[in-house]
């Protein structure tokens, strides 16, 4: 499931426009973080996640793990944020990042 250059270009701008859905702090992935990041990604397919982890080897270890835990690929990680897509089953035009328009 690898993004095009030309999807990852489109999601980056989209994702520009978000906000961060789910804030990962010094305890890690604990499963209702889990949980949440698995809805998010059911229902609008392309969210943000922030990290409050100051070790940069721990938040990449902590974003291969979510990829492959939850079948998602990172988009983008700038800093503290990921940029997360996973495709979903069934698209809702009122709550996928990618199909509704975002102001």
């Given at each position: 499931?690898?993004l095009?250059?030309?999807?990852?270009?489109?999601?980056?701008?989209?994702?520009?426009?978000?906000?961060?859905?789910?804030?990962?702090?010094?305890?890690?992935?604990?499963?209702?973080?889990?949980?949440?990041?698995?809805?998010?990604?059911?229902?609008?397919?392309?969210?943000?996640?922030?990290?409050?982890?100051?070790?940069?080897a721990?938040?990449?270890?902590?974003?291969?793990?979510?990829?492959?835990?939850?079948?998602?690929?990172?988009?983008?990680?700038?800093?503290?944020?990921?940029l997360?897509?996973?495709?979903?089953?069934?698209?809702?035009?009122?709550?996928?990042?990618?199909?509704?328009?975002?102001?």
């Amino acid at each position: 499931m690898s993004l095009t250059n030309t999807e990852k270009k489109r999601f980056r701008a989209i994702g520009h426009s978000l906000k961060p859905v789910v804030i990962i702090a010094q305890k890690g992935l604990t499963e209702n973080i889990g949980l949440e990041i698995n809805r998010a990604l059911d229902s609008h397919e392309l969210i943000k996640l922030k990290f409050q982890i100051p070790d940069r080897a721990a938040k990449q270890k902590l974003t291969e793990d979510i990829c492959k835990n939850y079948k998602a690929e990172a988009v983008q990680s700038i800093g503290n944020v990921l940029l997360l897509y996973r495709a979903a089953k069934r698209p809702d035009p009122k709550l996928s990042n990618l199909l509704r328009k975002i102001s």
